[in-house]
């Protein structure tokens, strides 16, 4: 008979080292990279998330990280709590349950002992990207929410649930947050408010500084029913189908100015720019609007012409515009259609859907730019989803681009204000 085996226990020889300093550690082992990031961009909404199952993967790498450093010992265990709750994303319904009871219990226990803090007053964004539709996972993320009373961003972007209107629960559970959040972004339309339900909703909110709605539909303009939002910086509006000319919009009812901080404001697609109460909103903020992002979900080529029309008409008077195409453009079938960029736009952003092209369409690109009219046009710059193209296959064209826009003044930058040469 074989004797029993003995291990030696395991020691840990761990550096001596105050806890801010552990803490900056944790900070950088497990960061996501722009999940509380709130800075205005040309091309990136605030809370956005531009690849979805890309920013997937990396949450889920950073949540093994932080897992892992519970199971250290003791002292990390409580030094990494807050890591492992500030940023929850809610992917499968069959999870929801578990999280609900451990915030509970979590919250229960404090207030039972008064002496730890309850694991849902760590988190500082929710991102709810549930992938399966069920009838019975509203009520739950609403208690959830309940339980994150510290929560500054909150951000749908799931593909399922197009059909579910958010719960009473989550509505009265987003008052108990609704000083904290600053970021409400719905990226698809999933538990977009119904008819109606904007005003209560946001009135929770008064400290919100982006805010982007999904139009659905036949549905109200949800612009009938926002409240006064004084610190709201960021405004985007999507809708998915065109207006109902039988049934005309009643007035907007605002006096006074609702958004009197708004700086940014985004429309897709870009004719929601005729809708009367945008265009409301435009002259009330004309002032303080330095940022406009225009988006055409055609295939076809669109005349831009008629939208910057409109915003010379409304007074806005934005140093940066962003406009967005579903397809590169092509040469128009009249090459005398030039395109006049207003005099106070400095920095001028291109985005399109598509990220590859050939040479001959990105040359059509450049003549097209090239013969851009826009007395205080400094900058051209692309959005970082197009630039990998552009700069690794097409180097000549990219080079070709940045000599034609030095020779008239202009630089051509590529994402986030990287220069060719950079």
């Known amino acids: 008979m074989s004797a029993k085996a003995t291990y030696a226990k395991l020691v840990l020889n761990l550096p001596e080292l105050p806890p801010e300093l552990w803490l900056s550690i944790f900070a950088f082992a497990t960061e996501l990279h722009d999940a509380l990031n709130e800075v205005q961009s040309l091309f990136k909404f605030p809370g956005e998330v531009r690849a979805i199952q890309k920013y997937k993967k990396s949450y889920r790498s950073s949540l093994v990280t932080r897992r892992r450093l519970l199971l250290v010992c003791k002292q990390w265990r409580s030094l990494a709590i807050p890591f492992v709750y500030r940023h ?3 992917e499968r319904r069959q999870t929801l349950p578990l999280l609900l009871r451990t915030l509970w219990a979590s919250s229960r226990n404090s207030q039972e ?72 972004n719905w990226q698809s339309p999933a538990f977009s408010p119904s008819v109606g339900a904007h005003h209560p909703i ?18 109200a303009n949800p612009l009938l029913s926002l409240p006064l939002l004084p610190h709201l910086r960021a405004l985007s509006l999507i809708r998915l189908n065109d207006p109902c000319p039988d049934h005309p919009e009643p007035l907007l009812e605002h006096t ?15 004719w929601l720019i005729k809708d009367a109460h945008v265009q409301a909103i435009l002259q009330f903020c004309s002032s303080t609007i330095s940022s406009v992002h225009l988006s055409s979900t055609s295939a076809i080529s669109l005349d831009w012409s008629p939208s910057l029309a409109v915003l010379h008409q409304s007074g806005v008077r934005m140093t940066s515009l962003t406009l967005h195409m579903y397809q590169i453009f092509k040469t128009p079938s009249d090459d005398r259609v030039i395109l006049h960029i207003p005099p106070s736009v400095s920095v001028l952003g291109l985005s399109f859907g598509q990220t590859q092209a050939s040479d001959s369409v990105y040359n059509c690109v450049v003549k097209l730019v090239t013969s851009l009219k826009g007395d205080g046009l400094k900058v051209v710059r692309l959005d970082d989803r197009n630039v990998p193209d552009l700069w690794d296959k097409h ?28």
Not at 125 to 130: G, P, Q
Not at 140 to 147: A, C, S
Not at 401 to 412: D, H, S
């Open 88 to 90: 929850l994303l809610l």
């Open 395 to 422: 180097p000549a064209v990219a080079r070709g681009f940045a000599k034609a826009l030095k020779a008239q003044g202009r630089r051509l930058e590529f994402g986030e204000g990287l220069g060719l040469e950079s």
């Open 256 to 270: 006074i100015n609702p958004f009197p901080a708004l700086t940014q404001i985004r429309l897709a697609p870009a």
């Open 202 to 219: 946001l009135s929770s909110t008064p400290n919100l500084t982006s805010l982007q709605l999904h139009w659905i539909g036949f549905t």
């Open 113 to 184: 002992n008064g002496e730890t803090t309850p694991f849902g007053c760590y988190t500082k964004r929710l991102d709810i990207c549930l992938r399966e539709d069920s009838v019975d996972v509203g009520p739950t993320h609403g208690e959830i929410l309940y339980y994150l009373p510290n929560t500054e961003i909150i951000v749908f972007c799931g593909r399922d649930y197009w059909n579910y209107n958010l719960p009473p629960i989550f509505i009265s559970s987003l008052e108990k947050a609704g000083s904290s959040v600053r970021v409400l």
